[in-house]
C-alpha cells in the first residue's frame, strides 16, 4: 500500500496483562521478509515504568503520545473490578478524538467504555466477563458470542487467542491478504477467523488432526472452484447434513456454508492480490460462478469492490 496507518502505539498500564500487550507488539513490531514497503513504527507508552503481568516494562513515550497516533491498542487489564487508571482513559479518549483508530484486545474493551468510545456500538470482550462490561457500561451493545468486532475506527477482540485474530485482521485491513498470510505463517497461527465465529463451544474440540472434518476441510479446500453444497460436503464425510452442521459448529464455531463462504472470499483476495486474472476469471477460481456474484458477497464481507480491492493491495 502506498499509504496505511503506520504510526502504532500499545498503551501500557499497572496491572496489565502481558499475553495481549506481548501479542501486539509482536505482529506489529516485526515486519515480514520481502515486504514490498513500509511496515509499522511501534511504541510503547506509560507514565512510568509499569508492571505487566510478572515482568517490569519501561517503555518508550508518555501517554501523550496517543494522540499522535494512527492506531492506538489497549491490552487486557488483570482487575475488571477496579476503574481503568483515569489518565489512561483520558489518553485513549484523546487518541479517538485527534482521529486515531482504537483497538482494544480481551478486556482491555472496559478502558474503551470508560472513555465512551463503545456507546452505542456493538462490542465484544472476552466471554467471562461480557455480562460485567454490559451490566457496568448498558450504552454499550455487547455481543459474547464473537471473536472480534469491526467498527472501523473502534475495534474489540474476545479474549487471549481472539486477540491474534484481531491484530492480524488489522494487519489484512492494512496490507491486505496475502501479507497477513506471511505474518500467520511465522507465528504458525491460523491466518483467519472471521470475526463473527464463536468465542468457544460447549463441545470439547479434538486435536487438531483428529476430529470428524478432518479430511473433509482439506479436501473442500482443494475444490473451492466447484459448485459444492452441504450436501455434497455430507456425502464426502459421509454422515447426514444435520450431523455434518453439528459437526462443523463442534470444529470451527459457524456453519458449512458460512464457511465456504468466508474460504471462497480468502481464495478471491489473493487471486486479487497475486495475479492479474480478470474479475470474471476469480470468481470461477474461486468458486463463486460469475463476476456479478462475486462483488456481492465481496462488497458486504470485505467493505469494498473486487477492483477496488486490487489496486489497494496489489502486490
Not at 508518555?62 to 483515569?86: F, K, M, N, S, W
Request: aromatic fraction near 6%; charged fraction near 20%; proline fraction near 7%.
Amino acid at each position: 500500500m502506498s499509504s496505511f496507518p503506520r504510526s502504532v502505539v500499545v498503551a501500557a498500564t499497572d496491572g496489565m496483562l502481558h499475553f495481549e500487550l506481548a501479542m501486539a507488539y509482536e505482529v506489529f513490531g516485526s515486519a515480514p521478509d520481502a515486504l514490498p514497503g513500509p511496515w509499522y513504527d511501534v511504541r510503547v507508552s506509560g507514565t512510568h515504568p509499569v508492571r505487566v503481568g510478572r515482568f517490569r516494562l519501561e517503555p518508550d513515550c508518555g501517554l501523550d503520545r496517543l494522540p499522535d497516533a494512527d492506531t492506538v491498542i489497549v491490552p487486557a487489564l488483570a482487575d475488571v473490578d477496579e476503574d481503568p487508571p483515569a489518565d489512561l482513559v483520558a489518553a485513549v479518549r484523546a487518541a479517538h478524538e485527534s482521529g486515531a483508530r482504537v483497538v482494544s484486545l480481551c478486556t482491555g474493551a472496559f478502558v474503551l467504555a470508560a472513555a465512551g468510545l463503545l456507546d452505542g456500538l456493538r462490542a465484544t470482550t472476552h466471554w467471562a466477563h461480557t455480562e460485567q462490561l454490559a451490566a457496568r457500561y448498558p450504552r454499550v451493545e455487547v455481543d459474547p458470542d464473537v471473536l472480534y468486532v469491526d467498527n472501523g475506527s473502534v475495534l474489540t477482540s474476545a479474549g487471549k487467542a481472539a486477540a491474534m485474530d484481531l491484530c492480524l485482521h488489522l494487519v489484512r485491513r492494512d496490507h491486505g491478504s496475502a501479507v497477513a498470510n506471511v505474518v500467520a505463517r511465522r507465528l504458525v497461527v491460523p491466518p483467519h477467523r472471521a470475526g463473527g465465529q464463536a468465542q468457544f463451544v460447549t463441545t470439547p474440540v479434538p486435536a487438531q488432526d483428529d476430529h470428524p472434518l478432518a479430511e473433509l476441510l482439506p479436501w473442500a479446500m482443494r475444490r473451492l472452484d466447484q459448485p459444492l453444497t452441504v450436501e455434497d460436503l455430507a456425502r464426502q464425510a459421509k454422515m447426514s447434513s444435520r450431523h455434518l452442521a453439528r459437526h462443523f459448529h463442534a470444529v470451527t464455531g459457524t456453519t458449512p456454508l458460512q464457511w465456504l463462504l468466508t474460504q471462497r472470499i480468502r481464495r478471491a483476495q489473493e487471486l486479487l492480490e497475486t495475479t492479474d486474472d480478470s474479475v470474471d476469471t476469480v470468481a470461477s477460481a474461486a468458486g463463486m460462478g460469475t463476476a456479478t456474484t462475486l462483488r456481492r458477497h465481496f462488497q458486504r464481507t470485505i467493505g469494498v469492490p473486487p477492483d477496488t480491492y486490487r489496486r489497494t493491495f496489489r502486490a
